[in-house]
């Protein structure tokens, strides 16, 4: 819900793209602060209890902003203030839930299991959430906000009763420092060419990305002439495409190959940012937004069960905060990028500017990775990760 409920919020505060872009750097930042550090905390805690007391941390910061909406003493700077401090536990979780999952499926099924979580993530966070965000932000600012609060408690709860099959255990031995650790998965990632590829491309297509999406609310609104209910719709309208992809995400990676569908689905990231800036009207950002999903969601079920394949478990959450620092910490400076493009060249460039870099960006990379994907995704070559001495 306030996916859709925040930028709206902006749009009542200010109507400057510049601050209205700093919502979505607030929000974005703590992967490239964070990410690398974090990542550290994560192999040395149990994974469970950092998601739990990261969704409670939320709800609680989500609580804030209900009752500073109420009050009508919200504003600009403290929005994206609050914001920032909803990421930080936002990076946490995520990490943490990428690191726990293979505890709690077998090897073989990664690909599922990741697909239709993202699968239900976007039906309760997309599909629903962004319409009823609106809808409820339409009747009444604080509800989407107070809602949050109260099922983010309710998630924490729930946490607490997951029982992995295998327990979590820490390095044995002396504790490495924090720079030593976040060296040590800084060289792994930077010797592993397929997912070192991987990360830089992903850290270019989200920040490519962010240059709309961190000024949609006003593209929807000045360019595409519509409302806050309207803006929910096209947001969740748009998702459903995530929907098929996390469901038929491994399936596509089986039938043309990991590779190739990587390579396809990039392709695609670039073809559909160019078409909003070329031809602005809502037939054509729902049709690009609902393809820009399934493809989206393709490649996070493909690369984040490659991860969960390839990285030895109790290195896992380290290597995976450098991918992560690569991959989304990227956004931050899109969102920044993103305001200023909007403000000096209008709000169509975003969109443009992206498609072409996009392209560029998978001219260069595309042998490369049919090359690197032939060694690293055949079948025989992806097993369960072993441990490492």
Known sequence: MVAAAGPL?????TDDVRLISLVSFASMIPWLVLSLPLGVLIDRVERRRLLTVSTAARGALYG??????VSKQMNIALLITLVALIAVFEVVFDMSAQAFLPSLVAAEHLERANGRLYAVEVVANSFVGLPFGALFFAAAAFAPFGVQTVALGIAALLIVGLRPQTPFVP???ERASLWADMR????????HRLLRLLAVLLGLVNMAHMFAASVFAKFARDVLGIGPRGFGLLLGVSAAGAIVGGLIGDRVAKLFGPAM???????MFAVLDLLPGLFPNVAVVVVAGTLMSVFGTTWNVITVSLRQRLIPPELFGRVN?????????????????????????GLRATYLVSGVLLLTALAVAAPTLLRYGRIYMAPERTPAPPSIT
């Open 64 to 69: 804030v902003v209900t009752l500073l909406v």
């Open 9 to 13: 919020l902006a749009l009542t505060l």
């Open 321 to 345: 905060s450098v991918y992560r620092f690569l991959g989304t910490g990227s956004t931050s400076i899109g969102a920044v990028i993103g305001g200023q493009l909007a403000y000096r060249y």
């Open 171 to 173: 390095v044995a031995g």
């Open 261 to 267: 569908a990587l390579v396809v689905s990039y392709a």
């Open 184 to 191: 040590t998965g800084l060289r792994w990632l930077a010797k």
